[in-house]
Protein backbone atom coordinates (compact mmCIF):
# COMPACT_ATOMS: atom_id res chain seq x y z
CA UNK A 1 0.00 0.00 0.00
CA UNK A 2 1.14 3.36 -1.11
CA UNK A 3 1.97 5.76 1.89
CA UNK A 4 -0.10 8.85 2.13
CA UNK A 5 -2.13 8.60 -0.23
CA UNK A 6 -4.99 6.49 1.61
CA UNK A 7 -7.77 8.13 3.65
CA UNK A 8 -8.51 6.49 6.67
CA UNK A 9 -10.16 3.46 7.17
CA UNK A 10 -12.88 3.20 10.10
CA UNK A 11 -13.65 -0.65 11.32
CA UNK A 12 -16.24 0.39 13.71
CA UNK A 13 -19.59 -0.73 11.57
CA UNK A 14 -22.65 0.93 11.32
CA UNK A 15 -25.02 0.73 14.10
CA UNK A 16 -28.55 0.27 13.70
CA UNK A 17 -30.86 3.48 15.47
CA UNK A 18 -34.10 1.22 16.00
CA UNK A 19 -32.49 -2.19 17.33
CA UNK A 20 -28.89 -1.47 18.35
CA UNK A 21 -27.33 -3.99 15.81
CA UNK A 22 -23.28 -3.29 14.83
CA UNK A 23 -22.98 -4.41 11.70
CA UNK A 24 -19.36 -4.97 10.98
CA UNK A 25 -18.47 -2.85 7.71
CA UNK A 26 -15.58 -0.92 6.97
CA UNK A 27 -15.78 2.36 5.47
CA UNK A 28 -13.77 5.78 5.41
CA UNK A 29 -16.00 7.41 7.77
CA UNK A 30 -16.68 7.15 11.13
CA UNK A 31 -19.48 6.53 13.10
CA UNK A 32 -22.05 5.42 10.90
CA UNK A 33 -25.59 5.36 11.62
CA UNK A 34 -28.58 4.29 10.00
CA UNK A 35 -32.05 4.38 11.02
CA UNK A 36 -33.65 0.72 10.07
CA UNK A 37 -31.70 -2.35 9.22
CA UNK A 38 -32.78 -6.02 8.08
CA UNK A 39 -32.59 -7.23 11.87
CA UNK A 40 -35.46 -5.11 12.55
CA UNK A 41 -37.26 -3.95 9.51
CA UNK A 42 -40.65 -5.27 9.46
CA UNK A 43 -40.18 -6.39 5.71
CA UNK A 44 -37.14 -8.84 7.08
CA UNK A 45 -38.46 -9.38 10.09
CA UNK A 46 -42.64 -10.28 8.72
CA UNK A 47 -44.34 -9.20 11.83
CA UNK A 48 -46.20 -6.43 10.90
CA UNK A 49 -45.99 -3.15 12.49
CA UNK A 50 -44.61 0.40 12.34
CA UNK A 51 -41.36 1.59 13.28
CA UNK A 52 -41.32 4.96 14.35
CA UNK A 53 -38.00 6.30 15.11
CA UNK A 54 -39.10 10.18 14.10
CA UNK A 55 -42.00 10.71 16.60
CA UNK A 56 -44.67 10.42 13.49
CA UNK A 57 -47.33 7.82 14.72
CA UNK A 58 -47.26 9.75 17.98
CA UNK A 59 -48.19 13.15 16.43
CA UNK A 60 -50.13 11.80 14.14
CA UNK A 61 -52.32 10.17 17.29
CA UNK A 62 -52.53 13.80 18.96
CA UNK A 63 -53.94 15.31 15.63
CA UNK A 64 -56.29 12.69 15.30
CA UNK A 65 -57.64 13.84 19.20
CA UNK A 66 -57.36 17.44 18.44
CA UNK A 67 -59.58 16.58 15.63
CA UNK A 68 -61.68 14.61 17.13
CA UNK A 69 -62.14 16.89 19.97
CA UNK A 70 -62.97 19.54 17.51
CA UNK A 71 -65.38 17.76 15.91
CA UNK A 72 -67.26 16.79 18.92
CA UNK A 73 -67.70 20.13 20.15
CA UNK A 74 -68.87 21.49 16.50
CA UNK A 75 -71.82 18.63 16.81
CA UNK A 76 -72.39 19.68 20.62
CA UNK A 77 -72.80 23.08 19.70
CA UNK A 78 -74.96 22.06 16.65
CA UNK A 79 -77.02 20.14 18.80
CA UNK A 80 -77.73 23.09 21.20
CA UNK A 81 -78.39 25.65 18.49
CA UNK A 82 -81.75 23.44 17.29
CA UNK A 83 -83.90 25.99 16.24
CA UNK A 84 -87.34 25.90 18.13
CA UNK A 85 -90.10 25.01 15.63
CA UNK A 86 -91.26 27.22 14.16
CA UNK A 87 -95.09 28.03 13.79
CA UNK A 88 -97.21 28.25 11.09
CA UNK A 89 -98.86 31.85 9.46
CA UNK A 90 -102.31 30.63 10.22
CA UNK A 91 -101.57 29.36 13.44
CA UNK A 92 -100.01 32.55 14.51
CA UNK A 93 -102.71 34.54 13.35
CA UNK A 94 -106.10 32.40 14.68
CA UNK A 95 -104.50 30.64 17.53
CA UNK A 96 -103.79 27.01 17.84
CA UNK A 97 -107.58 25.72 16.76
CA UNK A 98 -107.01 26.91 13.28
CA UNK A 99 -106.86 24.21 10.38
ZN1 LIG B 1 -32.06 -2.51 13.17
Known sequence: MKQGIHPKYYTDGIVCGTCGTVWKIGSTRPNLRVEI????????TGEQRIVDTAGQVDRFMRRLNVAQERQNERESRR????????????????GEDAE
Do not use: G, V
Not at 79 to 94: C, G, M, N, V, W
Open 79 to 94: AARTQPEKKSLLKEIY
Open 37 to 44: CANCHPFY
